[in-house]
């Protein structure tokens, strides 16, 4: 594929993914695919992303996401995001639970997709967990400062 054909299958991508339109997911994404993120990498396929992204619509059921920016050279293609949407439900964690607080999250995010056969074959992601957390409340945010 050219450049700017792997750009709009990624644009696909996103906007599948924004819209809730899981069943396009199968035709853009490799059988097998290799997730670069933390806490390690691991192999994943169609229907294991599309089940984690349907576990994000339940916690955040108004969830979208935007490009803010999109480059590509070669097979790779990056994309810098926005993610919004209304905690409307509990997060489970091993720890415990954050609780849903109806508040709007926003984080941002970048996207690097490479791209073989068509299909996108390996994804590195990385999010704004800090702020992330701040804003559902799971992490403690730093004092404020006063000046004399």
């Known amino acids: 594929m050219s450049i700017e054909g792997n750009k709009a299958l990624v644009r696909r991508y996103v906007d599948a993914i924004s819209r809730n339109n899981l069943s396009v997911i199968d035709q853009l994404v490799a059988e097998t695919v290799l997730l670069h993120e933390p806490p390690g990498d691991q192999r994943t396929d169609p229907?294991?992303?599309k089940r984690s992204f349907a576990e994000n619509r339940e916690i955040f059921p108004d969830l979208t996401w935007e490009i803010g920016e999109m480059v590509a050279e070669g097979d790779l293609v990056a994309?810098?995001?926005t993610v919004r949407g209304t905690f409307s439900r509990d997060i489970p964690t091993p720890q415990g639970r954050y609780p849903a607080t109806g508040t709007t999250v926003t984080t941002s995010g970048l996207?690097?997709?490479?791209?073989?056969?068509?299909k996108i074959v390996e994804v590195w992601d990385?999010?704004?967990e800090l702020g992330f957390l701040q804003q559902i409340g799971g992490a403690i945010s730093p004092p404020e400062t006063t000046t004399s």
């Open 47 to 49: 229907a294991a992303l």
């Open 126 to 128: 990385r999010v704004d």
């Open 79 to 81: 994309y810098f995001r």
């Open 111 to 118: 996207t690097i997709c490479r791209i073989a056969g068509g």
